[in-house]
């Protein structure tokens, strides 16, 4: 029932019905329910809009442990596949476009989506640190934005911004080129 139910409203954000239009009683008749139903499950509009943001969004990827340089990959590639998708999705692109105007949602999506995706990059960086990968001088903060931040503006702040096969991999080593350990044996 609560899949029927936020189907539902991602289809009629598909069909370009913005958030303000949303109604608890027009999402029951496209997903063929009561309003009862919906707000059994949700106090109202807001709270399901946040549950639909959260199902649209793609799990967190599996990162291989194997390095530093192998796992910010990962991460930095799910994100530009998330900007592709959200590119080429119109229930993606008018879920963020809305989410932004709506204080609650853009508060609750960051609290559920973007706090432990940065969470999870520091947990990387800090073992990058602590195993050698990394100098120990790095502020983990502004090396975290030095990472993610690249991907960011070309999937968010430029959509005409390109996202080709191997970004990820570039802005990593580009990144890590200066924020290595020198190296010893290095004249």
């Known amino acids: 029932m609560e899949r029927a139910i936020l189907e539902g409203v991602m289809k009629l954000l598909e069909d370009g019905v913005p958030l303000a239009e949303l109604s608890i009683e027009r999402v029951a008749r496209t997903a063929g329910v009561g309003k009862a139903t919906i707000y059994r499950r949700w106090s109202g509009k807001d709270e399901l809009f946040i549950d639909v943001v959260r199902a649209a969004e793609p799990p967190d990827p599996e990162l ?7 796992d910010l990959v990962a991460l930095l590639e799910s994100l530009r596949l998330r900007g592709l998708a959200t590119r080429s999705s119109a229930i993606l692109h008018n879920v963020y476009a809305q989410m932004k105007s709506s204080p609650k949602v853009w508060s609750a999506y960051h609290a559920g989506v973007i706090v432990p995706r940065r969470h999870l990059v520091m947990q990387v960086l ?7 990968e990394l100098r120990r001088d790095i502020d983990l903060e502004l090396a975290n934005d030095l ?14 911004g390109d996202l080709p096969e191997g970004l990820a991999e570039e ?7 200066g924020l290595r350990p020198v190296s010893s044996t290095a004249s």
């Open 64 to 70: 291989p442990g194997t390095s530093l340089r192998d």
């Open 126 to 132: 800090r073992r990058g640190q602590d195993n050698g």
């Open 147 to 160: 990472f993610v931040g690249p991907m960011l503006v070309r999937s968010t702040l430029r959509p005409d």
């Open 171 to 177: 802005i990593v080593d580009t990144v890590l080129e």
